[in-house]
């Protein structure tokens, strides 16, 4: 073998080695680039637990007042994406518990609609009706009369003025709004 020969297979044997080496790196480093890229942590929850706290419905649904209770969580609207393109949405969902006479007073100041049905996230269901008719009452809000028990989705973006929930969907996020 000629000397010219020897350097470029050496020179092959190293670019190749340089090549394995950085695909292992960039293996090693693959949870830590998106975090130093500036991009979400992925194993961050895409939803909140379900809360229990009156207080952020009535401030959003005055007109639900006295709640005897309420369930609520928010979760992400659309998926995440890195670099995130615009801005993040999320969706709250809720099941309110009002007093009969309230639920009267709704179902009476109701514009005539048909019935819905909505898809109630999986962690809600609990807490819902066992056989609702849902009646649209206005604000995006479904009223089941028979059981007094309200439906409500709302989405929004982190700069709505809306206040903040109780805690955020990860250890370090500002959480949604």
């Not at 949870?31 to 992925?42: E, M, Q, T």
Request: aromatic fraction near 6%; charged fraction near 15%.
């Amino acid at each position: 073998m000629t000397r010219s020969a020897k350097v470029a297979l050496f020179i092959t044997a190293a670019v190749v080695v340089c090549v394995v080496a950085a695909c292992g790196v960039a293996l090693a480093l693959k949870d830590w680039v998106p975090g130093l890229a500036g991009c979400a942590d992925p194993t961050k929850p895409t939803k909140t637990a379900v809360f229990t706290e009156p207080a952020r419905v009535e401030q959003m649904y005055p007109r639900l007042k006295p709640i005897r209770a309420v369930h609520w969580q928010e979760h992400e609207a659309v998926a995440r994406s890195c670099p995130q393109v615009g801005t993040m949405r999320y969706e709250m969902n809720g099941i309110v518990l009002v007093t009969p006479d309230r639920a009267a007073d709704l179902a009476a100041q109701a514009p005539s609609a048909p019935p819905q049905s909505p898809e109630i996230p999986a962690d809600l269901r609990p807490f819902a009706p066992p056989d609702p008719h849902w009646q649209p009452i206005g604000e995006g809000l479904l009223l089941d009369r028979a059981s007094a028990t309200v439906y409500f989705t709302r989405t929004s973006s982190p700069q709505s003025s809306s206040p903040a929930p109780p805690s955020s969907l990860g250890p370090s996020s500002p959480g949604p709004s």
